[in-house]
């Protein structure tokens, strides 16, 4: 026997306890490995679930992707289905069972630990919190409740509350089944990791889908009809008739089986770890969910529960576990989304947090092709890039369109893993052909922009901050350069317009001694007014990135 | 006046020269800037030509992106168009120009020069080779006279000489013409940038698509009729119909003009370059495909001329040329091309490069999904890795399959950029939701399978060397552990078959004194069986990379 003992229990059966449970086997042929877990379903693909409720995915099985005989006839790993940990003895190593079917209590011995203990949905104690069709989606149990109600062709409404990532999906899969969805969420935008700029873009298309978005608003209460069923959500302001609701207002660390045994957990409740992702307990460690991780941006810990983070997490437990050495450095905060056609990134950190962590930055916004704009079926993206005035190191970036994103962000995670600056994200060989790609890609046009405002060889304005200026009545010349039909299409109200191709033989009608911020559509032509005006003697003149491309305040015709 | 001086002149005005010419005229507002280029239009999509003629692209002037109007009129840029550049005199700062409208001859004063005068075709001088219908597709001229080739209708059947990327484009987009195309190809493989067993995955998807292809056979001569249009090919053992001819054996780089002044050139005859694009010649630039550039891999100079990296080697001589300071550190070699329904990429170098090259490598072939396989339209992709064996960084990669591998070539382009090793690369903090990526992103996978290989925990063998050691007639088991189902639907000739579930049983069937080669569909199985013989205590055992998904080499019933 190997020097890293003979058992090695895991408890949790999902994702990283799962996939520790393989790596482990391949690790290490002679080692009982047992894995405890209260729910009836292991391995189960939780992050399909919203489709699966939206009918894209049709059948459930898809969703379960092993089940507990092929782990124990392919790997020899046991597997004990509705048995939940209730004890964890550090000092003896052993860890107390509760078999919930048979009602009867056992003790599992370990030379090895691994906590998957994963997460659970937020359940405020609200009035009326346990009435029927009120869901939260987590488990396989949730996901069955919640697909038979939207099935039964009963549900007419539904309100969300909160709107992040599981709520975006959410809305995105109940409004194709044929539902009218509203979205309570408490903040002042929707999707709260991204700036509340490039959330207002997504916020725009959702309600254009026909979801109705309430942000900045709280529900209090629930009520029912006779047979119990929801029939109304009352928030602070508002009576809103509901059918079903689902709760995704987040969700919590389950470790309080790790605190009750005296393991450390971080201010988020999260498992404390280090690189080997071993707790302070010996020989125990923690995965997935209910672990802490660091972002590897601003060195901190941070928690940021995904699949992929648990699947890579669990296989460097189970290597550690069985004699090996590997290292989970940590994350950089890699978020994706598709919400109806849009498809929505993130990674690194936002301005909004950049700011609070005392960076000092410089942003910009950037709308891009995905490809060649002569390729069919090229679409739109608005790339907003986050970086470190000092350092010209890139902080983070948040993308959003129709056009592809997820390449653009994995791009960027790479780099930020790297501690890229933005200089070099614009020199990256990347891959060009008409249907992949411009000749410059839109990451590499978009570090020129700010590489440039870096540079102070442009001064940009984000469209949040014009429209902050606006609503303040502060004096300034908004100057839309674009041309005269774009310009009664719809502009910012209170704008002067003259037409790029005018702007070097009118600069005459411009007071030298007023603030001119210049826009366009895209932005390339508010740049190349920025210029002209620069070089006709004007000295305080700002241009507006991204434009009407990225303005979410209105225009008037 | 700036320090830079009074004139800048760009030879060549395609991707690399325009984008020199608009980025000076941002740096620089009171620059004279003059280009000058031999053809009749500047600024256009060579890359989005073999859609044109596929008629992908319906509109021609889609392929035209701007005219020398727009440069004056927007930018004050003097674009001279069928103007040859005849002469550069170094020492007294000039270049020579002949007007080949008006037929006589100009000098232009320059203080600063940037040669971007591209690449052309190469024309071998066989016989027939100046009759009607043999093409070249460089520029808007050789476009249009292949598209009205095209749509005649009188083109029945194509051959293409040279099947590189772009007689890769040209085969489907002939195809898709309807017309019946033939590949001749004087190497034995096509797309020489890969290695010959990913090359040949492509090689069998163009065949299905009904393009026939002819390796290691050479083009000698062309016959036509007695109106001078071409009939026929004559290689080395064929004759074959053509109503039309494309050569596209490759390009080398317009470089006679730099040479007879004196500036220095590479054994690739590219222009020589600093990391500011500064030749040998005081105040003289060089930019996109007549110049050479560095191999961030392999750290030597090498010539790979792309639309991408031209704009971004414009885009820094021209902020050096105007007085700033800009560097543009070299290219990984990333390449990505469509070929009917597979996407084909590959970034760094290949295992045949890297063996070349003197690295120790170690390599893998991985299939799989681009996106969680649940969700519906998801599709595998091939990925090829290669590894130093004693740093264990990543060399390259070559990505072929129907689903998306341009996102993969970018995520690894980034990462060989910052030099990454390949547990670097499978901790990457990649987005992950069930419509972009499972939650270990293929490249993920791919580096795992790789490290195990790197740290001697699994032992892996790619296709192409089962293959070789067959046809040498070598000894040693070829263990299929797929299905019965699957086994009798075709495998490879001469192994022996035991499904998986029963290996562990059926141990005795096999001779501990022989070599073992385990294969199923993907490799995941063969790999779980290499590990059960590996611990029942058979020590010569090895698995097939990719399995029966890599394998070119034919299968029996």
């Given at each position: 026997m190997a020097n890293h003992g003979k058992y090695l229990v895991i408890i949790g059966g999902v994702a990283a306890g799962m996939k520790a449970a393989a790596k482990a086997r391949r690790e290490s042929p002679a080692l009982k490995i047992t894995v405890v877990t209260d729910e009836p379903f292991i391995s189960y693909a939780g992050c399909g679930m919203p489709y699966f409720i939206g009918d894209i995915i049709k059948d459930q099985k898809k969703l379960i992707l092993r089940e507990p005989p092929y782990f124990k006839g392919m790997h020899n790993i046991d597997v004990l289905t509705r048995h939940q940990a209730t004890a964890i003895d550090i000092k003896s190593r052993q860890v107390?069972?509760?078999?919930?079917?048979?009602?009867?209590?056992?003790?599992?011995?370990?030379?090895?630990?691994?906590?998957a203990t994963g997460a659970q949905p937020i359940v405020p104690p609200l009035p009326g919190i346990s009435l029927e069709n009120i869901f939260t989606l987590r488990t396989i149990n949730d996901v069955l409740k919640i697909r038979a109600s939207v099935d039964s062709g009963k549900m007419r409404t539904a309100v969300i509350v909160g709107g992040g990532l599981i709520g975006m999906e959410m809305a995105e899969n109940l409004t194709l089944r044929g539902i009218k969805v509203t979205v309570v969420e408490l903040l002042d935008q929707i999707l709260p990791p991204l700036d509340k700029d490039m959330a207002l873009i997504v916020q725009k298309h959702v309600m254009e889908k026909g979801v109705e978005i309430i942000t900045s608003d709280g529900v209090q209460a629930f009520e029912g009809n006779s047979s119990g069923a929801v029939t109304t959500v009352f928030t602070s302001k508002r009576q809103l008739p509901a059918d079903m609701v689902i709760l995704s207002i987040g969700i919590r660390p389950n470790t309080k089986l790790a605190q009750d045994a005296g393991i450390a957990t971080s201010t988020s409740r999260a498992i404390k770890v280090n690189e080997r992702m071993e707790t302070n307990a010996p020989d125990v460690y923690a995965v997935g969910d209910c672990a802490e991780s660091v972002h590897l941006v601003t060195g901190k810990p941070a928690w940021i529960a995904l699949g992929s983070t648990a699947a890579k997490m669990g296989r460097v437990a189970a290597i550690n576990a069985t004699g090996g050495n590997d290292a989970f450095p940590g994350v950089v905060g890699t978020l994706i989304v598709k919400v109806f056609e849009l498809n929505v990134g993130k990674v690194g950190i936002s301005e909004q947090e950049a700011l609070k962590e005392g960076f000092p930055i410089e942003s910009t916004i950037v709308p891009a092709g995905d490809k060649s704009h002569y390729y069919p079926g090229a679409r739109d993206i608005l790339i907003k890039l986050i970086a470190d005035k000092n350092t010209r190191k890139l902080l983070g970036a948040e993308i959003v369109g129709e056009g592809v994103a997820d390449k653009r962000i994995d791009i960027?995670?790479?780099?930020?893993?790297?501690?890229?600056?933005?200089?070099?994200?614009?020199?990256?060989?990347?891959?060009?052909?008409?249907?992949?790609?411009?000749?410059?890609?839109?990451?590499?046009?978009?570090?020129?922009?700010?590489?440039?405002?870096?540079?102070?060889?442009?001064?940009?304005?984000?469209?949040?901050?014009?429209?902050?200026?606006?609503?303040?009545?502060?004096?300034?010349?908004?100057?839309?350069?674009?041309?005269?039909?774009?310009?009664?299409?719809?502009?910012?109200?209170?704008?002067?317009?003259?037409?790029?191709?005018?702007?070097?033989?009118?600069?005459?009608?411009?007071?030298?001694?007023?603030?001119?911020?210049?826009?366009?559509?895209?932005?390339?032509?508010?740049?190349?007014?920025?210029?002209?005006?620069?070089?006709?003697?004007?000295?305080?003149?700002?241009?507006?990135?991204?434009?009407?491309?990225?303005?979410?305040?209105?225009?008037?015709?």
């Open positions: 107390k069972v509760r078999d919930l079917e048979k009602e009867r209590d056992l003790t599992l011995p370990y030379d090895k630990l691994i906590i960027i995670a790479t780099a930020l893993t790297f501690g890229a600056t933005v200089d070099q994200i614009a020199k990256l060989d990347l891959a060009y052909a008409p249907p992949y790609a411009m000749a410059m890609d839109a990451i590499i046009v978009a570090a020129n922009v700010l590489g440039n405002k870096l540079s102070g060889k442009t001064v940009g304005i984000l469209p949040y901050e014009v429209a902050e200026r606006l609503d303040r009545g502060e004096r300034f010349v908004l100057l839309d350069v674009r041309t005269e039909s774009e310009y009664k299409n719809g502009h910012i109200k209170g704008c002067k317009h003259i037409p790029l191709d005018k702007l070097a033989s009118r600069t005459h009608e411009l007071n030298r001694s007023q603030e001119i911020i210049t826009y366009c559509r895209a932005g390339l032509r508010a740049a190349n007014a920025y210029h002209i005006l620069k070089n006709a003697g004007f000295h305080n003149v700002k241009y507006m990135d991204g434009s009407i491309l990225a303005w979410t305040h209105g225009l008037e015709k």
